[in-house]
């Protein structure tokens, strides 16, 4: 009964004297104006809409068609109409005489005047439905409109009901479903939903009957009963501009979608059309004709509003309420000035570029320049998600990268990329060059260790190889990534020089010319690259960060381990091959950081791992002290915790010298001052924090000189130190700002503000310095952190030199690793215990030992596992990082290689094998003595016999040729009897156990044990897993039948097979060189005679060992 009550109050028919007065309940019938676009509706508009539809009022006088699409065009700066509109009680007897309808007392708000009948003769000529026909209607279904005509539009998911005299409403219908339908008010719907909801509705929307609808309302006509169609909702209404209809629609040069030059950032509008608008028109499209790729927020009074096609993007990425109110009556939606900030947030974190047009005058300032005066609006701000530089951002460094492809050498074989990113909130930009082969690896190692938001390029200016790599790097990670083509293309060497020095970038300019080219190489196209991002920032207004930016040069490669793309990926250092997140990887397991900043530097640690012995040990030397000095680790956690984001900070501090011309606006440029003053006086504090965490350290002299080694520490007292400088700064806000995290700015703030921001950026490289010494400090009490805490055994490596290039002589060293009790430090068992093995590769302490593991073993049962968790210690040990393990030993790596999984790009149209032999082409190419090579079933992608084939000879190349530290796990048994005594190759193998299901002993479940063991292992129980991934056992058995048969009609092979070892394809050739030497005459072996002629030696001290009765 209470429920009843409160839906009959609801639809409680309202006084005479509120409906006509300005009422603004949801039952207010709104203004003419709402209809036909003149007046903006703000707030929340669905609230602002009527809930239902009214037949137009027909009057000659007011119902006069234009002459021109553009006749209408009259801009926003006219008044809202006040005349009340005028209703009618119409004849509202229910069809059904039984039982009055609930709706009875309210159907007059429903219906408008209507003096004259044309309208129901209409009706009835087509059918007894209504033609709904919009002057903006993208089907063209309506070709022209009679000057008498009436429009009717129904916005959506309102009151559906339209009678000219009489109405039936389903007494059965959900009352809440005719409440206005609001962003706060509906039910959540996903925007993947809306879009997918959109797409399948999309085909004639103007059909849907009112049977299908939620409200099941029906409408009928007085004679023939039927169903009426629902008009066009406003979002579904074409745009009233030809020039913006998908088929007209050309870029500013005239071009269409289809030619291969169309500039989709801008848009063509006819110049008569142009005249023809309002100042307030011609403001706003004169912007957005040349930012179509941009959502542009436009100040109108105290509200931001998006039109036409933006509209359409806020009205499903937003669920705002789309209108026909907006500039020149075309489609709207808007937000107040108290939500613009979340909004631009929201629409920013969905993928979208997004521009603000603020007022440069209040309306006073233009009330006082006469009575036609318009307010002057500019575009003042262009965000988007790769130069957002909010602190909504996160830790991670967000970047804007831009690359440029060229070729050098005599036949332009070698590849070039020249690059340069910035990173906005800490206004750096990094410039270089990478060569490169043909499958561009060095571009995906580019783009792994930068991980940019956005990529731009020069449209028809990258090869086919670099465009899969992009391809392949944006469905790489949990987050995409947009690609942006440039048209034209990117400036040449002389004209970015002349920009740069003209725009008066780039505030050392000088020094960038003479000291910062010397590091990089193949300047045409590095500085080609930097000329392109110089474009695309000043085209978004970020002007403050190529002013007062600081340029650096950025290696890809050089001066440490190298890990191209493929590596980075297969290992999982940043993202997982799972979901492409970060959980399971060896970012994850090494951020222990505190501070965002910290974090940062850690991955670019982990980007560039050095090669150098005595720098690894000073790292290797901090984290040892640290880990000594537990209340020393706890002090500087302590200290971390309370500092801010101290880089980011100094980067908004910077990029405030010069730019005044913010604040000069109303309203947002006292918004703006306020923020600005909380910056610099968190900066200041943050500083403060810093200095004394860093004096504390400064009394552990032992600490403070292993620290010195690492960076270089500021002084920070004496006369003219940075102490001293600081707390003059302190003094200043205190004084001038005492409340500056919510100080209340006035204008003379600004100044004083000013001249403190001046004064403090004089000394950015020390304050640079204090920010990169308390990184390096958060990074190393990571590591120390880990060391600690760790669940297995943790160890200093022993980091030895690069070992000698001659591979022949027996007394050199060749490179080494050794690692006892080794565990994979984030893939542990189920019970979270790591499973210790000993890896030896290259000679160890008790002299020769193979360099090349073979490693055969059951499917799961850890090889791969056991081969990454090799990798990650190098990695480790040469970040100066403890090592998970007893004792780890190894010389300095200079490449780590992987070929892992078994994966395709159908998009790019690589298959599984193809992938596989790009991937081992890389190691063949670039491999070294030194380098660290990891190969997982090599040749699984093709055919038996070719998969084969191709791991032998591979194989056979890298321990022959190439010598280095390889680890090799295969299915191909035959390698073991091929290789099983190859004086470079240990045969080992993960080992298994088959434990009884019952008593009876018929059945056995496989067990995996994760041990390294010796040897080759006899099978892949290949079947045993087939059971456990669920394949029915009827087929399982039906395939060890078949493998049975198989055995015994080739079962001379496999007998041969078994004897190889004994006398393999390589003895035969090992004898063959040596036949042939007796009858050469030329003593002047080369290195593969010498090779063969070891490798004979040692299989004949061997046979000789095995030959002789032990003694």
């Not at 880089?647 to 913010?662: D, N, P, Q």
């Amino acid at each position: 009964m209470q429920r009843q009550s409160s839906i009959r109050s609801f639809f409680q028919k309202p006084s005479p004297e509120n409906h006509n007065s300005g009422d603004k309940s949801r039952h207010k019938l709104p203004s003419q104006k709402f209809f036909n676009g003149g007046e903006t509706r703000h707030e929340f508009p669905s609230q602002k809409s009527f809930n239902g539809v009214a037949t137009a009022k027909l009057n000659n006088s007011t119902s006069k068609a234009a002459t021109s699409p553009f006749d209408e065009i009259q801009g926003t700066d006219t008044p809202p109409e006040k005349a009340p509109r005028q209703a009618v009680f119409d004849d509202l007897t229910p069809i059904d005489d039984k039982k009055i309808s609930v709706f009875s007392s309210i159907m007059h708000k429903f219906v408008k005047a209507d003096v004259n009948n044309n309208v129901s003769q209409r009706n009835q000529d087509n059918g007894g439905s209504s033609v709904v026909c919009s002057m903006f209607d993208k089907f063209n279904e309506c070709k022209e409109m009679p000057k008498e005509s009436t429009i009717c539009e129904v916005p959506k998911n309102e009151f559906n009901g339209i009678r000219n005299q009489h109405f039936s409403v389903d007494s059965k219908s959900d009352v809440n479903a005719l409440r206005p339908e609001t962003p706060m008010g509906r039910p959540f719907v996903s925007h993947l939903k809306r879009m997918q909801e959109d797409c399948t509705n999309s085909d004639d929307r103007s059909d849907l009957n009112l049977t299908n609808t939620s409200k099941r309302v029906k409408f009928l006509e007085e004679d023939s009963k039927k169903v009426i169609k629902m008009p066009l909702d406003v979002s579904e209404i074409a745009s009233k501009f030809e020039w913006l209809h998908p088929s007209r629609i050309r870029d500013a040069n005239g071009r269409r979608p289809s030619d291969p030059f169309y500039d989709k950032k801008t848009l063509y509008i006819p110049p008569e059309t142009l005249k023809k608008m309002s100042a307030s028109q011609k403001q706003y499209w004169t912007v957005k004709c040349q930012y179509m790729d941009v959502l542009l927020f436009f100040k109108v009074g105290k509200f931001y509003e998006l039109y036409e096609l933006d509209a359409e993007i806020g009205h499903k990425e937003l669920d705002w309420k789309l209108t026909n109110s907006g500039v020149g009556k075309c489609r709207q939606v808007g937000i107040s000035e108290s939500g613009i900030d979340d909004a631009v947030q929201k629409l920013v974190a969905r993928g979208y570029k997004v521009g603000r047009m603020e007022q440069l005058e209040t309306s006073d300032q233009v009330k006082a320049r006469g009575a036609n005066a318009v307010i002057p609006r500019k575009l003042v701000q262009v965000i988007t998600p790769s130069t957002a530089a909010d602190e909504n951002i996160g830790p991670d460094a967000v970047h804007l990268l831009s690359i440029k492809e060229g070729s050098c050498g005599v036949d332009g074989s070698a590849t070039i990329f020249g690059f340069a990113f910035v990173d906005c909130a800490a206004l750096k930009i990094w410039i270089g060059s990478v060569s490169d082969d043909a499958s561009c690896a060095a571009l995906m190692a580019l783009l792994m260790q930068v991980s940019p938001k956005e990529i731009i390029y020069e449209s028809r200016g990258l090869s086919r190889e670099a465009q899969k790599v992009l391809k392949k790097y944006s469905s790489t990670g949990s987050m995409g990534v947009q690609l942006t083509p440039m048209l034209p293309g990117f400036q040449g060497i002389v004209e970015v020089k002349d920009l740069i020095q003209s725009k008066k970038y780039f505030k050392d300019s000088q020094a960038l010319w003479e000291n910062l080219l010397d590091g990089v190489t193949h300047h045409e196209f590095t500085l080609g690259a930097l000329g392109g991002l110089i474009d695309y920032l000043s085209r978004l207004m970020l002007d403050d960060v190529l002013c007062n930016g600081d340029v650096l040069p950025y290696q890809v490669y050089r001066g440490c381990l190298r890990m191209d793309g493929q590596t980075l990926i297969n290992l999982e250092v940043f993202h997982n091959n799972a979901d492409g997140g970060s959980e399971g990887t060896l970012f994850k397991y090494l951020d222990n950081c505190i501070s965002p900043s910290g974090k940062r530097l850690l991955r670019s640690w982990i980007c560039h791992p050095l090669k150098d012995v005595e720098e690894i040990n000073n790292r290797l030397n901090v984290v040892e002290a640290l880990t000594m000095r537990s209340a020393i680790m706890l002090i500087v956690a302590q200290y971390l915790r309370k500092i801010p984001d101290l880089e980011r900070l100094l980067g908004k501090v910077k990029a405030m010298v010069h730019s005044k011309a913010i604040l000069m606006l109303p309203l947002v440029g006292k918004k703006t001052l306020k923020q600005r003053v909380k910056v610099f006086g968190s900066l200041v504090k943050g500083l403060r924090v810093a200095m004394d965490l860093l004096a504390v350290l400064y009394d552990e002299e032992h600490i403070k000189s292993l620290l010195s080694k690492i960076s270089d520490l500021p002084q920070l007292n004496g006369h003219g130190a940075l102490s001293e400088d600081l707390s003059q700064f302190e003094a200043a806000i205190d004084s001038d700002f005492p409340k500056y995290q919510d100080h209340d700015a006035t204008e003379t703030d600004a100044e004083t503000l000013s001249i403190l921001i001046e004064l403090f950026v004089e000394k950015a490289n020390q304050w640079n310095q204090v920010i990169f010494s308390l990184n390096c400090i958060d990074v190393l009490r990571s590591f120390a952190a880990i060391a600690i805490d760790s669940t297995g055994s943790m160890c200093r490596p022993s980091i030895l030199p690069q070992s000698s290039s001659n591979p022949v002589c027996q007394n050199s060293k060749g490179p080494i690793l050794e690692i006892k009790g080794l565990w994979h430090p984030f893939a542990l068992r189920e019970n979270g215990v790591p499973v210790p093995n000993d890896i030896v590769l290259g000679e160890d302490t008790n002299g020769h030992h193979p360099r090349t593991l073979l490693l055969t073993g059951p499917n799961m049962g850890g090889k791969s596992t056991l081969l990454r968790a090799a990798c990650l210690a190098v990695i480790l040990s040469q970040l100066g990082c403890y090592v998970p393990g007893e004792m780890c030993v190894l010389s300095v790596t200079d490449t780590i290689f992987t070929r892992l999984g078994a994966t395709d790009r159908i998009m790019t149209g690589e298959s599984t094998f193809y992938i596989e032999c790009a991937e081992t082409a890389s190691v063949l190419q670039n491999a070294t003595q030194d380098s660290l090579v990891l190969l997982d079933e090599l040749g699984r992608g093709t055919s038996t016999f070719d998969g084969y084939a191709i791991a032998y000879a591979v194989f056979r190349h890298l321990i022959e040729k190439v010598n280095c530290r390889l680890l090799f796990a295969t299915h191909y048994h035959p390698l073991t009897k091929e290789f099983g005594s190859h004086p470079h190759v240990s045969l080992q193998h993960m080992s298994c156990a088959m434990k009884p299901k019952s008593s009876s002993g018929k059945d056995f479940d496989l067990v995996f044990l994760y041990r390294l063991a010796s040897g080759a292992c006899p099978s892949s129980y290949g079947l045993q897993v087939a059971l456990m991934a669920g394949i029915p056992k009827q087929v399982v058995d039906a395939a060890s039948s078949a493998g049975e048969v198989m055995k015994e009609m080739i079962g001379k092979s496999f007998k041969s097979s078994e004897q190889r070892s004994e006398f393999s394809t390589i003895h035969e050739q090992w004898l063959k060189t040596l036949l042939s030497l007796s009858c050469c005459e030329d003593s002047s072996f080369d290195e593969d005679t010498y090779d063969t002629l070891f490798c004979l030696w040692h299989e004949l001290r061997t046979s000789y060992k095995h030959s002789m009765p032990p003694v």
